[in-house]
């Protein structure tokens, strides 16, 4: 799927730290922090619940390569995959705003 403005893959503006928890480099466009925001909810969700890939893979009807890439910051979502991955999970899980304007505090 083609990006926006020609942005790299979320996980390519780590400046250090490990993904999605890591420092990004200054210049980092926007999806990297919504890709990092959306990231690490989605980790968030999946230990709260205690579900693995497949199980949600599964439920969703989201691949489990495509939910392990999310996590790995190898790709955006779609709003189709965020809407199937929230209600497999019961949580939001797009960051929307705050991961734009929280990404100094990351």
Known sequence: ??????DQLPATYVASGNWPYARLVEDAPVSAYYGQA???????AMATSEIGLRT???KAGVSHATISRLLRG?????????????????????????????????
Do not use: C, H, Q, Y
């Open 38 to 44: 959306f990231a690490r909810k989605l980790a968030e």
């Open 74 to 106: 190898m790709v955006l979502p779609d709003i189709g995959t965020v809407a199937r991955l929230e209600v497999a999970l019961r949580t939001g899980l797009w960051p929307g705003l705050a991961a734009w304007t929280d990404r100094d505090d990351a």
């Open 1 to 6: 799927m083609p990006r926006s403005n020609n």
């Open 56 to 58: 949600l893979g599964d």
